[in-house]
């Protein structure tokens, strides 16, 4: 599945962008805080994202991440490749190397469908979606 880095990077882009709409830049701790993630990892994971320009940071006392309100849709399939790659939607379920169609493991087909269906949600909801719930207060981001 998804490692906890690539599951700290997808809340906290939503979390950033639900705060572009009042052009508000979120530091490091805040982020940490909203997520319920640590500050080391939190800021490793941001730099990966503004190095790579999925977000946007500026440094100082009043800098911090950022998204433009009107940013182009950053869908959740752009963040997990960045941190994990997109291995996790090709693979086999049970890890092994010489599973196919012509040579399945017991667990091919319904695994396979799983992780297409998974693929297309991760390919077509963005960031913009999610976080809108999250401003609205029907979401959270942490237990």
Same mark, same amino acid.
């Given at each position: 599945?998804? &490692?906890?880095?690539c599951?700290?990077?997808?809340?906290?882009v939503?979390?950033?962008?639900?705060k572009a709409?009042t052009?508000?830049r979120?530091?490091?701790?805040?982020i940490?805080?909203?997520i319920?993630?640590?500050?080391?990892?939190?800021?490793?994971?941001?730099?990966?994202l503004a190095?790579?320009g999925?977000v946007?940071s500026?440094k100082?006392?009043?800098?911090?991440f950022?998204l433009f309100?009107?940013a182009?849709p950053?869908y959740?399939i752009?963040?997990?490749?960045l941190?994990d790659g997109?291995h996790?939607?090709?693979?086999c379920?049970l890890?092994?190397k010489?599973? &196919?169609?012509?040579?399945?493991?017991?667990?091919?087909h319904?695994?396979?469908?799983?992780?297409?269906t998974?693929?297309?949600q991760? &390919?077509?909801?963005s960031?913009?979606q999610? &976080?809108?719930d999250?401003?609205?207060?029907r979401a959270?981001?942490k237990r």
């Open positions: 599945m998804l &490692s906890l880095s599951k700290y990077a997808l809340r906290a939503v979390y950033i962008m639900s709409k052009l508000h979120c530091g490091i701790k805040e940490a805080t909203a319920g993630a640590n500050e080391h990892t939190t800021a490793k994971i941001l730099q990966v190095r790579e999925l946007h500026i100082g006392p009043s800098g911090g950022y309100p009107n182009e950053i959740l752009e963040i997990v490749r941190i997109d996790f939607f090709f693979e379920g890890g092994l010489e599973c &196919s169609e012509k040579k399945p493991c017991p667990l091919h319904t695994y396979k469908a799983a992780r297409n998974l693929y297309q991760f &390919s077509s909801i960031v913009q999610l &976080s809108k999250i401003a609205l207060g959270v981001l």
